[in-house]
């Protein structure tokens, strides 16, 4: 399969092949002005595609070089670093791209949101405040991200959790049909309650048809509201009933199902989002209950429109549960999650499980390429693309039909580039791994290896933030090797500005159980990881450390001068205490005084393997 290649990717239409592509790729851009006339051309697109791709540009991802996700993080660990970036961080543009796949043709339907979280119900949500990374906004800047667009023209949001917390603090009505259900069996409370509501309601009722059928005096109709407690709705007649319970709720609703059809129960809620009126509403036929309730959702719909925003095309493409494609499922979707759905669970079993209900099938092109270069460091879309021209015969044909690109937007500020790579990258490894659609089939023996095998892994990934041009390309040419994580020691307290060598040379020079090969990597200025290529040499290692160094006078000396050493599972265990602080020393030296013990998950009751890369654990440009 190890071709050389011919790369044959193209841009529909009229245009010509060139070696900067991205310009011809026709992004629309969506702004809040031209949001809601674009949503149904938008949920076509997404109900039509095979595939759909999606790439966040966010505020940043970590606030001290340690907090990245790094080579030796177990899937625990990277989530919850991952958890830790996307409750700090914001998300700032949303590219979307389905795509169908036809043999070698790729037809995509790219879309760049602008989105920023406004306040406009005026109730402190979706956010008061977020953080930046001057890193990442200094490259977005660098390519002519717009922020005055972002900031005063993009689309705000709300959770799926804060919309619930929005409609409480509303106290809009909702349809009590759409509660129906039976109450559990009843007391004697309850049979006293329900004959005091049947009795009123049957009286007020009569009291307002009578009043229909006849010419009343309006002092004498304004008295017998006044006794009734009658009110309107609208024009229709209504009337309130208080309750205590949900309890309560439900017997009323029983009671108003066996009385009449011409009533229609409204649920008006309390300040705690808890029911505190029942409001009954007199309709005069089943054509005015039929238009009374289609008025009800109306405004519901209306209403639910005005606060999701930018999470409705979540939504649709949930609803669609078509495949998605990532370039980092774990970032991606624990910001996704954040935003659009509510807080992120404790653990990453969590997480799978509350993800996959809304999107059952996750495909990262990161681990797809695994399956062809299992240990080859690709550290960006650019680096992936490039690797593949360079070693298979792809070939992919890109159109792109013109979406009737907005002449208000600048050529220079169109954005969105990434998710198209996204695209392209994941149909060019379908077409080698010989996984494209037609095979996806559940009747399909294949089936299993296929797609199916990629689908929602969510373990680390080590991929560069910044996705620029195809000539920023890098890869990793050291060897990679397999370790687990008992081989890794955690070391902090050496002398300030030593280097990783010298430090590697000062260790070898401490003591015979450095007379192994072993390697020494910084991971910020205050703390270094050692990796013991032999297994149980960290153990021996760690004993020595217990007992001052005992028969060794360099360690000991070391020792002396501040050195500590600790396993493992103290940096699990600073991960799960969400001990974030900037020195990863600092967060060991908390970690080991905490009595708190590590929660254990599947991912942590084997010793978790782990591939260790020296160009890639640290970059002291970071640093």
């Known amino acids: 399969m190890s071709q050389r290649r011919l790369m044959c990717t193209k841009i529909s239409g009229h245009h010509s092949q060139t070696t900067n592509i991205n310009k011809k790729w026709k992004i629309k851009q969506v702004t809040k002005t031209n949001f809601n006339a674009l949503l149904e051309e938008v949920k076509t697109h997404i109900f039509s595609a095979d595939f759909i791709a999606v790439s966040l540009q966010n505020t940043g991802s970590y606030s001290a070089p340690w907090q990245r996700v790094l080579p030796f993080d177990t899937p625990e660990t990277a989530y919850l670093k991952a958890k830790y970036a996307a409750e700090r961080f914001q998300v700032l543009q949303f590219a979307l791209c389905p795509f169908t796949l036809r043999a070698s043709k790729l037809t995509a339907y790219p879309y760049n949101f602008y989105l920023f979280p406004r306040d406009e119900l005026k109730n402190g949500m979706p956010s008061y405040s977020f953080y930046c990374q001057t890193s990442y906004l200094t490259s977005m800047a660098r390519v002519g991200f717009d922020f005055n667009a972002c900031i005063y023209d993009g689309i705000s ?61 309006p002092l004498v109709r304004t008295l017998k509201k006044i006794v009734l407690r009658s009110e309107e709705y609208g024009s229709r007649p209504c009337m309130d009933i208080d309750i205590c319970s949900e309890r309560q709720v439900l017997l009323v609703l029983e009671v108003l199902k066996t009385l009449s059809d011409d009533l229609v129960p409204l649920l008006i809620p309390g300040k705690r989002g808890e029911t505190q009126v029942v409001r009954i509403v007199l309709t005069s036929s089943k054509e005015d209950k039929t238009l009374l309730e289609e008025e009800i959702k109306s405004q519901e719909e209306e209403e639910s429109k005005r606060v999701l925003g930018f999470r409705e095309v979540i939504d649709l493409i949930s609803a669609s549960q078509k495949p998605v494609a990532v370039h980092n499922s774990l970032n991606d979707f624990t910001f996704i999650h954040s935003k659009f759905f509510g807080p992120l669970p404790p653990s990453i079993d969590e997480f799978k499980h509350s993800l996959k209900l809304s999107f059952p099938s996750i495909l990262d092109v990161n681990h797809l390429i695994k399956e062809i270069s299992p240990v080859k460091s690709l550290n960006s879309l650019p680096a992936a693309l490039s690797y593949l021209r360079s070693r298979f015969f792809a070939p992919i044909d890109i159109e792109i039909p013109d979406q009737g690109l907005s002449t208000e937007v600048p050529e220079g500020k169109i954005h969105g580039h990434n998710v198209i790579r996204i695209s392209q990258l994941f149909a060019k490894l379908c077409s080698v791994l010989k996984s494209r659609h037609d095979m996806f089939q559940p009747n399909d023996r294949q089936v299993t290896l296929s797609l199916k095998n990629y689908e929602n892994v969510f373990n680390p990934c080590v991929s560069s933030p910044f996705e620029n041009s195809d000539e920023d390309v890098s890869f990793s040419s050291s060897n990679m090797r397999q370790l687990s994580c008992q081989d890794l020691v955690f070391l902090w307290g050496f002398r300030h500005g030593v280097s990783a060598g010298e430090l590697k040379r000062l260790l070898r020079e401490s003591h015979e159980v450095f007379s192994e090969e072993f390697d020494v990597q910084l991971l910020d200025k205050s703390c270094a990881i050692v990796a013991f290529w032999q297994p149980r040499l960290s153990e021996v290692f760690l004993e020595l450390m217990d007992s001052g160094g005992v028969g060794c006078e360099a360690l000991r000396e070391m020792i002396y001068e501040g050195l500590r050493a600790a396993d493992y599972e103290t940096y699990k265990k600073v991960c799960s205490m969400s001990i974030w602080d900037s020195n990863l020393a600092d967060c060991m030296d908390k970690a080991l005084t905490s009595s708190n013990s590590c929660p254990e998950t599947d991912y942590e009751r084997e010793a978790f393997e782990i591939y260790w890369d020296d160009q890639t654990v640290s970059n002291l440009d970071d640093l």
Do not use: H
């Open 157 to 217: 949001y709300l959770s799926r959790a804060q919309e619930t917390v929005a409609k409480y603090q509303m106290r809009n009505p909702v349809l009590g049909a759409q509660l129906m259900q039976s109450a559990p069996a009843s007391s004697v409370a309850d049979a006293v309650f329900v004959e005091r509501i049947k009795s009123r309601v049957r009286n007020w009722r009569d009291a307002c048809k009578d009043s229909n059928s006849r010419i009343e005096d």
